[in-house]
């Protein structure tokens, strides 16, 4: 009787930061021969560098069985072809190994892999560490080898392009030295919206090639028209998504701005002033701005004054009273199964019904909130607590699902200043110590590497273009990065 050394798929999962910080999953690479076993993975742990253990299990074999190795490889469920130039694993893809239709009379197959740059191959399971090569435009290759041991030894190898390390690029500056001190961004009308410590800055998607792009100063420069502010300190931008309307908020100055980008050959610009709703007092910072639950165009400002709607009109109204003159850094337009509108301080609050709720451990301060439509999902970026994520029910509860900190991830920092949730749902984030990203689908934190030589740790915003997949972080100091995600 022939006996098959059948091959139980293996899995390998590619978990890629942007440059130097990247590992490759091995989950158990190994093949098996017929014979039932626990089905346990091998030893090689996530991100380590090393080959699964590969041993053999007591499986019979038969002499019958001439040696045969076929090794098919497959991406997310497709068939991949291991010649020529294969087209490269995108970050998250999951590849498997199959050997299936192998046969040996010498025991099992054995299967290791290792991880080494394009041109610099090693013929064994071992690979050099991330940090020890060169990553950025360097392509990673994952080299899977299976063997049959003997006394006529067979050995195949494939080679699959793992990856290209895409590092964020640093786009040109924006000009004077405080302008490079991004506090907020945001897309809409075909445009990057940046608020900086020197002015308004924007520029047309169309015009952004890393590392270069066309900007023009919202405030004071052609295409845009009316009303002028000083360049004073903006501490937020917003697009509005039911009218094509960006919004900028100052640093306690009265300076409220709207662009109305209707016709985008000439925007328009209007100024707004604060001291209409606020007579007296300090002029109120705007750390955050949403769409109003039903409204089309109207607005909720979350400052350092309370809650403040604004209409489509442009009048102010008076602060939300339940809430008070106290600080308020974020609030979100929530959607389905519950739509409403929630700001944050220390607690969340529900502006729909004045309710609050605290959700969070101790008193950390929430920096942002971002919703994830498709999967009901809030989540909250906080000072100093990490990132929650919390599944909202019909009738408007909120349950934490998700509590990500340094202790049980990869986080660099639990200072976590902005959200933006990509169309997979994944959560990426600006943090006291650079960008990072939640891969939700395998519940793991990816920090997310600067571009070689550009210390950036202080990073402030954090926006998707949903058309292209760049991902656009303001930073202290350096403007603007974008990262090419493929």
């Not at 604004?310 to 939300?320: E, H, K, V």
């Not at 609050?356 to 607590?385: E, F, H, I, P």
């Not at 793991?444 to 997949?469: E, H, L, S």
């Amino acid at each position: 009787m022939t006996t098959l050394a059948r091959a139980w798929p293996a899995r390998v999962t590619l978990a890629c930061a942007a440059a130097a910080g990247c590992s490759f999953d091995s989950s158990g690479v190994r093949v098996r021969d017929a014979a039932p076993d626990d089905g346990g993975p091998g030893d090689g742990g996530p991100g380590d560098g090393g080959p699964g253990d590969g041993g053999p299990d007591g499986g019979g074999a038969d002499a019958g069985c001439s040696t045969d190795l076929t090794l098919v490889v497959r991406v997310n469920g497709q068939v991949k072809s291991a010649g020529g130039t294969p087209t490269p694993v995108l970050l998250g893809d999951t590849v498997a190994l199959d050997t299936e239709g192998s046969c040996s009379p010498f025991g099992p197959i054995t299967v290791t892999w290792s991880l080494t740059p394009a041109g610099n191959l090693l013929p064994g399971p071992t690979a050099p560490a991330i940090s020890a090569v060169a990553a950025e435009a360097t392509t990673y290759v994952a080299r899977v080898q299976a063997s049959v041991a003997g006394p006529a030894p067979i050995m195949r190898m494939v080679d699959i392009a793992a990856f290209r390390a895409a590092p964020f690029v640093e786009l040109v500056a924006l000009g004077a030295a405080a302008r490079n001190d991004v506090n907020d961004v945001d897309l809409g009308a075909g445009r990057l919206w940046v608020a900086t410590d020197d002015g308004a800055m924007s520029a047309p998607l169309t015009s952004i090639a890393p590392p270069s792009a066309m900007w023009q100063d919202v405030a004071g420069g052609a295409p845009f028209s009316g009303g002028l502010p000083t360049n004073t300190r903006w501490r937020s931008v917003f697009f509005h998504p039911r009218s094509p309307r960006a919004y900028f908020g100052a640093v306690t100055a009265n300076d409220f701005m709207r662009v109305d980008c209707s016709d985008a050959a000439a925007p328009v610009r209007n100024v707004f002033d604060f001291a209409v709703a606020f007579t007296s007092g300090t002029p109120p910072t705007v750390f955050a701005m949403a769409p109003q639950v039903g409204e089309q165009a109207a607005l909720w400002l979350a400052t350092s004054r309370g809650v403040l709607p604004f209409d489509a009109a442009g009048s102010f109204g008076a602060a939300l009273g339940p809430l008070g003159d106290f600080t308020l850094e974020a609030v979100v337009e929530v959607g389905a199964p519950a739509p409403r509108n929630i700001a944050a301080s220390n607690d969340l609050y529900d502006l729909l019904s004045n309710a609050s709720t605290s959700l969070l451990a101790g008193d950390d301060k929430v920096r942002d909130l971002a919703w994830d439509g498709a999967r009901s999902l809030l989540w909250a970026a906080t000072d100093g607590n990490g990132l929650y994520g919390d599944q909202l029910a019909p009738g408007g509860m909120l349950t934490q699902i998700y509590g990500l900190t340094m202790m049980n991830s990869a986080l660099a920092s639990n200072d976590i200043r902005s959200l933006a949730v990509d169309a997979g749902g994944d959560v990426w984030m600006a943090t006291s110590k650079g960008a990072a990203r939640f891969k939700r689908d395998r519940a793991q934190v990816i920090v997310m590497a600067a571009p070689a030589g550009v210390a950036v740790d202080d990073t402030r915003a954090i926006a998707i273009d949903p058309v292209t997949r760049r991902v656009f972080l303001g930073t202290k100091g350096r403007g603007v990065l974008v990262l090419e995600v493929r």
